[in-house]
C-alpha cells in the first residue's frame, strides 16, 4: 500500500517554530489531499490544516496565520511550517493523504496516516 513517515517533531518554546514533514512512498498514482491533525492528551483528534492538487489550502481558525502547510509533488511530501507556537499547540501530530495507487495492475483509492510525531511547546 502506501507508507508515510513523519519527522520534525520535539520541544520548542513559547514563540518558537517546528517544521514538520511527511514523505509518502508506494506505488503511488496520485495524490489528492495531504493534510496534518493533531491530537492533544484528552481531546479528539483535529484538523490543523490540508491542501490539495493545485494547492487550494484550508487551515484551522486556533493556527491561522501562524502555520503554513505546502506539498513537494515530486517527492511526494507535505510540510507543515509553524510559527509563534503556542502552549496550546502541545499535541502529537499525524499526516493524513488520500490519493490513488496501483493495486496488482489495478487503480485502488487510499487514506493512510503517519505513526505521529510529538510535539511540545514549553519553556
Known amino acids: 500500500q502506501v507508507q508515510l513517515v513523519e519527522s520534525g517533531g520535539g520541544l520548542v518554546q513559547p514563540g518558537g517554530s517546528l517544521r514538520l514533514s511527511c514523505a509518502a512512498s508506494?506505488?503511488?498514482?496520485?495524490?489528492?489531499?495531504m493534510g496534518w491533525y493533531r491530537q492533544a492528551p484528552g481531546k479528539q483528534r483535529e484538523l490543523v490544516a490540508y491542501?490539495?492538487?493545485?494547492?487550494?489550502?484550508k487551515y484551522a481558525d486556533s493556527v491561522k496565520g501562524r502555520f503554513t502547510i505546502s506539498r513537494d509533488n515530486a517527492k511526494n511530501t507535505v510540510y507543515l511550517q509553524m510559527n509563534s507556537l503556542k502552549p496550546e499547540d502541545t499535541a502529537v501530530y499525524y499526516c493524513?493523504?488520500?490519493?490513488?495507487?496501483?493495486?496488482?495492475?489495478?487503480?485502488?483509492?487510499?487514506?493512510?496516516w503517519g505513526q505521529g510525531t510529538q510535539v511540545t511547546v514549553s519553556s
Open positions: 493524513n493523504v488520500d490519493g490513488y495507487y496501483t493495486d496488482y495492475d489495478a487503480k485502488a483509492r487510499f487514506t493512510s
Open positions: 508506494g506505488s503511488i498514482l496520485s495524490i489528492n489531499v
Open positions: 491542501i490539495i492538487t493545485g494547492g487550494k489550502t
